[in-house]
């Protein structure tokens, strides 16, 4: 009975746990609200649930909701078919109360379990009057004008300006705006971090802006990059301004005021430029006190050794791993070095990394790997190491100690110890003459004493090869200079080429990770091969244009449509605020593919 009751416990216990992973129920809601501004609160949750409760709402007015939505989606992955469904649970509500409110996790019910949402904060800012009595309809210049660096600036923030010595800091390169409607940004240009290693944060930057708290205003800000520094030197050390072109959108209105112009204004895109303000960072040396086992490693860090068998023959290998875990410069350490026995032969330790970088720093893990061959039997020790890192939280050095390793080598085959010369390895050995030549054993033609060349066929044959490798050359000049002087055949010949090049020249790019010079490549290699291949000037080219130059060249509509996208997808491409590796790889893909339909397909 009891073994069944514990039976029992086990499977609704991981019955549970499994139930909890698959079911999620979030709440979301902005993070800053003025006084007196309406907003919504929503509860998504992916299975059917009923009996919503919501915790109690202070400083807020419920003047809408619940309003529910139901979205379902189906899709096939390698034959199989799987669906989701998505509830959602949608409040209005008005801010009545200024200050910071914490909204408790809901619950509701799902297949008779109750499901907890995360818990909320919103903070209700006095908002600013500075700009409510102005007019409301101004033109496209005073609109400009009243955009300064109090309403739309660039900030890089670190979470911290001074530091010891290979303690990392967080950046965060961030738009500021108030009352201007940024639809886009272009000319990024991202500051140098002369003095500092950097790692950046994986999908730290959302890609909308989220309002802030700054001063009592509300800003909304949208950040462009978080990174980790992780300082190379001691002393003052500063983050170079970062610059880009903030493309704002603003109304363009008349003065005469009629029935429609509400319905029907006019939107022109105005290109700011803004630059930020460097940052400095004191970096603090490490105290002189370090231990000699002291090796640069800045953090909290465990450091754990074993071996996998302390028991063999002669010639056997035995594997022994250090593995190091924490938070910190993981990737500044360094593989210990350990004092084995001289019978032993040790080759270089193989690192593996298992690392995340989070704002909360570089953590994870990394394990340095020794291969290990005695070659003598006996009995050996393997001393313990130390592994020593500053802590910069408690500012003072701690010291981990490995364990000590007893390994027992037996006798090999045959009942003898081998004898091995352990004092050289491959690596010494060198090349240190030519004086032993090996014996050729392909058959050649030996040359007789005192044999005639004259009048043999290959005296000839020195004679007329030469002349018959001049006249074709002369003969290929002369057609190459023909063909040349007809330039609207040359560039046509050499479109497929020149476009190939630009191609190359976008690989490079998108190997260094350049977006911008990435998409302006691709761009070019598209517009020159159209020009070289039609003998038009590039000015007389636009896409319209384009598109009837295909069709009257009968170019299959799919090859049309896949080389018109390609155009639009660049240009939008080189102003949105980020775009993934993989889908510049497809990109780059598919132009070599529809150039090279392209070229097919003309006639």
């Keep these: ?41 929503s509860y998504s949750l992916n299975e059917k649930g009923e009996g919503l409760k919501l915790p109690a709402i202070k400083g807020f007015r419920v003047l809408l909701g619940p309003s529910t939505s139901t979205s379902m989606s189906t899709q096939y992955v390698n034959g199989k078919m799987t669906s989701s469904s998505s509830y959602t649970y949608t409040y209005v509500l008005l801010a009545e109360t200024e200050g910071k409110f914490t909204f408790e996790p809901a ?40 955009i300064t660096e109090d309403n739309l600036y660039l900030k890089v923030n670190v979470d911290r300006k001074s530091v010891f010595m290979g303690e990392p800091v967080k950046a965060s390169l961030k738009i500021y705006t108030k009352d201007v409607k940024v639809v886009n940004f272009e000319q990024f240009k991202e500051p140098s971090y002369q003095g500092f290693l950097t790692q950046n944060i994986e999908g730290s930057n959302s890609n909308a802006f989220q309002g802030e708290n700054i001063n009592g205003e509300i800003f909304y800000t949208y950040t462009i990059k978080e990174i980790l520094l992780f300082p190379q030197h001691d002393g003052e050390i500063i983050i170079d301004p970062m610059e880009l072109s903030c ?17 029907f204004n006019n939107y022109k895109n105005v290109r700011i430029p803004r630059k930020s303000k460097p940052v400095k960072i004191k970096v603090k040396p490490v105290p002189n006190n370090a231990p000699r086992s002291f090796d640069g490693a800045v ?22 791993k250090v593995t190091i875990s924490g938070n910190g410069n993981m990737k500044l350490i360094n593989p210990l070095k350990f004092d084995f026995p001289a019978d032993f032969e040790v080759y270089d330790p193989k690192t593996n990394q298992n690392l995340q970088s989070s704002a909360k720093g570089m953590t994870g893990s990394t394990t340095f790997e020794y291969l290990i061959i005695p070659r003598h039997a006996g009995d050996f020790t393997i001393p313990a190491n130390e592994f020593t890192y500053f802590d910069p939280k408690a500012k003072l050095y701690r010291t981990k100690l490995s364990p000590e390793f007893k390994i027992h080598v037996a006798k090999g085959e045959g009942g003898i110890s081998n004898t091995t010369i352990s004092s050289f390895t491959k690596e010494d050995v060198k090349f240190i003459g030519k004086d032993i030549r090996f014996i ?85 290699a598209l517009w020159d091969y159209i020009s070289d291949k039609f003998n038009l000037p590039l000015s007389d080219l636009s896409k319209d244009n384009i598109n009837e130059i295909l069709i009257e060249k009968e170019i299959e509509k799919e090859i049309i449509t896949d080389f018109m996208a390609i155009l639009d997808t660049c240009e939008f491409a080189r102003y949105a605020p980020s775009s993934g590796s993989s889908e510049m790889d497809s990109l780059y893909q598919k132009t070599m593919d529809t150039i090279t339909k392209l070229e097919k397909n003309i006639k």
């Design 1 to 41: 009975m009891k073994r069944l009751f514990f039976l029992l416990l086990t499977c609704l216990f991981f019955s549970t746990s499994a139930f909890a992973d698959k079911t999620k129920f979030t709440a979301t809601a902005p993070n800053v609200v003025a006084l007196g501004e309406q907003f919504r609160l």
């Design 107 to 146: 619950e509701i019910t799902v297949d008779g379990k109750v499901i907890k949402s995360n818990s909320h904060t919103i903070e209700v800012v006095r908002s600013s009057t500075k700009n409510k009595q102005q007019g409301t309809h101004q033109s496209t210049s005073a609109q400009a004008q009243n």
């Design 247 to 263: 493309i704002v959108q603003l109304t363009a209105q008349a003065r005469s005021r009629g029935f429609f112009d509400d319905f």
């Design 299 to 320: 953090g909290q860090f465990k450091m754990n050794t074993t071996i996998n068998q302390d028991s063999v023959k002669v010639d056997d290998a035995i594997t022994m």
């Design 440 to 524: 050729k054993t392909n058959l050649f033609e030996p040359i007789y004493k005192g044999e005639i060349f004259f009048g043999t066929l290959n005296f000839y044959l020195a004679y007329i090869l030469p002349l018959f490798i001049f006249l074709m050359a002369f003969f290929f000049n002369r057609k190459r200079i023909k063909e040349n002087a007809d330039v609207a055949k040359m560039k046509n010949k050499r479109a497929n080429r020149v476009a190939m090049k630009r191609l190359k020249a976008a690989s490079i790019s998108l190997k260094a990770n350049k977006k911008e010079a990435f998409y302006d490549e691709i761009l070019k």
